[in-house]
């Protein structure tokens, strides 16, 4: 996709990981509603220390990356005791 | 509806709408739009409310064709436009922001109008949508990070095209 430029359909996009769903037009608006709403309905915490430690694990060695996770469910572990 | 490049609206569910409101020009990013997602992305990360954000459309061809290639140039200076890129770091702002996004897709998703997507944690996309980050063809690169994040979310063996 960098090199060549040529643009690539929804269902390709699903098969290489490009995008997580492919849904009927007259659908995505409601989709994209359901997946937020199920999100929004998470504990915020919880959802922002998975973020964080997938953001801070991607520019770490996976034994750091490690440490980083073992941190956030320590911190997490201790907020719900 | 509204005019305004770049529209926001909170739903009861928790989640902020961002919708690129430029379907005229298929919602094609120009200096505007900067501005309004400067602006909505630190009210979404600070708005205890909004626990998610969906990015989406408006108007029936595209998510975004990309950057507005009609402001390219218009700045007084390479230099200045690469400082007004370095002093307000949209999609590092967005990476900041420790609450999910969901990427809502049809039609057209061209440069930063597929490299907005791959800074998202979900991206869901209509049976129409097509996706293509053409820079390199046309003699520049990726600059809305996709050099970085498509090689982080697709194989390799999958981006030879």
Known sequence: MIYG?????????????????????????????????????????????????????AELPLAQGLRVEAAAAARLSGAAS | MSDAPVL???????????????????????MAVRDDLWVLLQAVRDDPD???CVIAGNGDRAFSAGADISEFGTSPSYTDARRARRDRDLW??????????????HGFAFGAGCELPLLCD????????????????????????????????????????
């Open chain 2, 92 to 105: 590092g702002l967005m990476l900041s922001i420790n609450k999910p996004f969901v990427a809502a897709i």
């Open chain 2, 50 to 52: 909004v626990r998610v």
């Open chain 1, 5 to 57: 430029g040529a643009p690539i359909d929804a269902t390709r996009a699903l098969r290489i990981g490009l995008v997580t769903r492919v849904v009927p037009r007259a659908q995505l608006r409601d989709e994209a509603a359901a997946v937020g709403a199920r999100l929004a309905a998470l504990r915020p915490d919880v959802v922002a220390a998975a973020k964080a430690a997938m953001l801070a694990g």
């Open chain 2, 8 to 30: 926001y609206e909170k739903t009861d569910a928790g989640v902020g709408w961002i919708t690129l409101n430029r379907p005229h020009v298929l919602n094609a990013m120009n």
């Open chain 2, 122 to 161: 979900i991206r869901i996309a209509s049976e129409d949508a097509t996706f293509a980050l053409p820079e390199v063809t046309l003699g520049y690169i990726p600059s809305a990070g996709g050099t970085q994040t498509l090689p982080r979310t697709v194989p390799p063996a999958s981006r030879e095209r």
